[in-house]
T-cell receptor, first 112, second 113 residues
Framework: GESVGLHLPTLSVQEGDNSIINCAYS??????FIWYKQESGKGPQFIID?????DKRQGQRVTVLLNKTVKHLSLQIAATQPGDSAVYFC???????????FGGGTRLMVKP | NAGVTQTPKFQVLKTGQSMTLQCAQD?????MSWYRQDPGMGLRLIHY???????DQGEVPNGYNVSRSTTEDFPLRLLSAAPSQTSVYFC????????????FGEGSRLTVL
């Protein structure tokens, strides 16, 4: 079936290092992907999105890469800070555009 | 702007009871949705609405009803609560269906005994 999933459930990085969170998708027709950050006890917060006509998109300290050939996207966080500790979700917008399908999440832990 | 406001934040129900989770947004967003989040899992879509008077089912709609009488409000009703509905519920809104930038509420934690 069509799904959005994550490779690693937990990622631990040293403060100041770069973080890379991965996500795989199985629907080759998917054309829009989004990353969300969820801090403990809060609702998810939009980070960055990318459409399938792009390979890369940059924001403030974050970069999303999309590899359509292997149906993989990643979220790179530069100079990871303690405030980046959270669960990160990738999500896929279906072709009709009415629903987001979320992956299971990766917990990012930043060590001081 | 308050954004997306959900009430209550916590609720305990007994099996068979009914209740309504309230959701309101003050951003004049057309699109609103309800998700549930279970431990170790991502969010699953329950119901959504693309505008006042229009609702549709998501991935896990059974046991839930919604209505959208105004642009601002999108309540979620549990008709006869079951332990399987123990979860954290999130309401979200966006400007339209073609954007993935959802604005989420803080969540409502529901426990069904």
């Amino acid at each position: 079936g069509e799904s959005v999933g994550l490779h690693l459930p937990t990622l631990s990085v040293q403060e100041g290092d770069n973080s890379i969170i991965n996500c795989a998708y199985s629907n080759s027709a998917s054309d829009y992907f989004i990353w969300y950050k969820q801090e403990s006890g809060k609702g998810p917060q939009f980070i960055i999105d990318i459409r399938s006509n792009m390979d890369k998109r940059q924001g403030q300290r974050v970069t999303v890469l999309l590899n359509k050939t292997v149906k993989h996207l990643s979220l790179q966080i530069a100079a990871t800070q303690p405030g980046d500790s959270a669960v990160y979700f990738c999500a896929e917008n279906n072709n009709a555009g009415n629903m987001l399908t979320f992956g299971g999440g990766t917990r990012l832990m930043v060590k001081p | 702007n308050a954004g997306v406001t959900q009430t209550p934040k916590f609720q305990v129900l007994k099996t068979g009871q009914s209740m309504t989770l309230q959701c309101a947004q003050d951003m004049n967003h057309e699109y609103m949705s309800w998700y549930r989040q279970d431990p170790g899992m991502g969010l699953r879509l329950i119901h959504y609405s693309v505008g006042a008077g229009i609702t549709d089912q998501g991935e896990v709609p059974n046991g839930y009803n919604v209505s959208r009488s105004t642009t601002e409000d999108f309540p979620l009703r549990l008709l006869s609560a079951a332990p399987s509905q123990t979860s954290v519920y999130f309401c979200a809104s966006s400007r339209g269906v073609n954007t993935g930038e959802l604005f989420f509420g803080e969540g409502s934690r529901l426990t069904v005994l």
